[in-house]
């Protein structure tokens, strides 16, 4: 099966979750500038979702340009990866209602890892439909930032215990260093002009 | 007429209402652990929606695989089915509200068994314009797991008023049963190779 | 310019108008079937919305299949259609808030009026950049029924204001003499078979 | 990479976005003429913002006739433009809520000519993957309408603390003269043929 509707649906999901995010913005009463004071937070932990959430569709789109086909079990793994994301505004809804305290920033880091076991999950999946010699598998490698970002969501999760702030960091140390595209996807269709 | 944007139509309003439960998880204001306990059951509600939703999402485009043109007929039994998923998060949300209360979990029950029946007569609307004689015919076989799925339903609604729980216990069962996605579609295509 | 775009679109916008038309229906904190009583009339008003936004997705799906190009116009005429559209939860919602009081009534037939009038300028677009001879003029004929709706929805407006309900039942049977997808293009579709 | 996905995604997030803005017109409790009489600015700033966002959508679909292919940059150029239109219906709603206050307007005007900023980057990123002498440059011209709209913005979020109507009359003539969608891209297209 060709993977044209599982980009399609997986597309539409994504784009809910992007947009409602910015749904946790209440607008404000007061109608000066000290009224948008409290929500800077807020419009941080959006902008920080928003880069998550984009980042992982960015490199969604990236690897399926090398999938040729799905099986019952792609579609699954790929549904466990949107199940997780789906969970992103809530955590960040409960992250801005509390202004960030331990609990909820260690939620939003548990939200994060379950993602990007998801993703792990996934390039799996196809690694095993398409075969460890396809040109997927090249593609893909050995997938180290993949693995590195798990371990520093488990090590951020532990130390929001001690210092939020530093988890956060972590959070968004981990979104900078993925900004660029998966380039190994892009590198195999150079190749195969 | 091809079933391309038929396709397209049903994955946005899929996209949408399995994005959309989640906003039924209301943000809670405590910031300790002990705040996200009576969001247990809620969260156990979301996931057992989100598997049945997913489950017919993967079926409908497994299904769509084997068919090669829709007519008006097709394009209301597909509405029909996308009015009953609509419910979904209704019925999820009014289970979390009132502590899965019977008739709240038998109302859960009767919009799966409406989703049901709908998914039941789109078979039936593309087996009549494909012919029983057709590719699409042979990989619908003669439908057991749907049909046992019906009865399911109907029964877990009529327990529901006796033990709820119960009721939950059959649908969690059905979703497990269906987790495996449609084989005989993915059947019909590696046949054609 | 292809309509593709246009479509997926329109699919898009149509699939999310008539999903967040379920968050109108407010879950009730009662537990027992006597607190679903009030959500009657509320969910008729879901019901109705819904199969009036299908016909709309219906009747564009295959008004499409006859269109092999879109200019600057079409996609002006096309937006002010999903603007009209996108109106219809909002009526509904004030609908249900008022318990169909004559001026929420009318105003829901306003925007359906909106919509037909849109609808009509849409094809009225189409017929000009596909010319009068074409295979898509000889299906749209003289759109008699387009025509006569758009005239029964200003009589029920009208009739709103002396009994809700006749305006109300004139929407009903609008939509159900809509319900048979439009032939038309159907037919144009088979003749080029 | 082909830029099918890129719209696709781009298609579903507009779509989002237009549709939840109807949801800051909350439903008013009145049922007659007047209720809805303090809707009437919401109403027309609902107006003005799906204007504004059809237009991005409407020279996002013309220019991209224009793309042949998209790289790692182009995926955060789009998303960065996605990310600005994300937050029209809060600026909206914070508009609404406020009776158009001038830090509101002004707030307004900060987050069009974000996107607009935004926009005239991913002009830039196309430019530069596509060649100086390509024909996406040629049909880009000097651009001419998208520098002139940002100045205009920016005049327009300064005039908004002095007097808040001049702002929004600003916005709206900008709307305006965009409705004729981006005609250059038509033009190239019209060349090929």
Same mark, same amino acid.
């Given at each position: 099966m060709s993977p044209r509707r599982l980009e399609a649906f997986s597309d539409g999901v994504i784009a809910v979750i992007i947009t409602i995010m910015? !749904?946790?913005?209440k607008v404000p009463?007061?109608?000066?500038?000290?009224? !948008?004071a409290p929500l800077v937070p807020v419009f941080l932990a959006y902008v920080l979702s928003f880069v998550l959430v984009a980042i992982y569709w960015n490199n969604h789109h990236h690897m399926f340009h090398a999938v040729h086909h799905v099986s019952g079990g792609t579609l699954w793994a790929n549904m466990h990866l949107l199940f997780w994301l789906s969970l992103v505004p809530f955590t960040t809804g409960w992250m801005d209602e509390n202004h960030f305290a331990p609990v909820t920033v260690a939620a939003y880091g548990l939200v994060l890892l379950g993602a990007g076991v998801a993703y792990f999950i996934l390039t799996r999946v196809l690694l095993a439909t398409h075969g460890h010699d396809s040109a997927f598998a090249r593609a893909l490698g050995n997938d180290f930032k993949g693995k590195v970002s798990l371990v520093l969501y488990v090590a951020a999760i532990a130390l929001a215990f001690w210092q939020a702030w530093l988890a956060l960091a972590i959070y968004a140390a981990v979104a900078l260093w993925w !900004?660029?595209?998966?380039r190994r996807f892009e590198r195999l269709l150079a190749e195969r002009k």
């Open positions: 910015v !749904l946790e913005m009463h007061g109608a000066d500038v000290t009224a !948008l !900004l660029v595209p998966d």
